[in-house]
C-alpha cells in the first residue's frame, strides 16, 4: 500500500518525461474481473457480487 500522491512525487522526480506523458496523453486503467468470488486473488470478489448483478 502506498499514498498515491507520494507515489507520483517520486515518479516525477526519477522520471519527469514519463509523468509528462501520462499527464498529456492520459492513463487508462483496466480491472479485469472474474465472475465469480475467488478469495485466493487480491481482487476476492467477482464483478457479479460488486455491480450486484447477475448477468452481463
Known amino acids: 500500500m ?3 500522491h507520494r ?3 517520486r ?3 526519477r522520471t ?3 509523468i509528462d506523458k501520462c499527464e498529456r496523453l492520459g492513463v487508462r486503467h483496466i480491472n479485469v474481473m ?3 468470488e475467488d478469495l485466493e486473488s487480491g481482487q ?3 464483478w457479479c457480487k460488486t455491480l450486484n ?4
Open 34 to 36: 472474474p465472475p465469480g
Open 44 to 46: 476476492g470478489r467477482g
Open 53 to 56: 448483478a447477475d448477468n452481463r
Open 11 to 13: 515518479l516525477r522526480e
Open 16 to 18: 519527469p518525461g514519463f
Open 2 to 4: 502506498c499514498r498515491s
Open 7 to 9: 507515489l507520483l512525487e
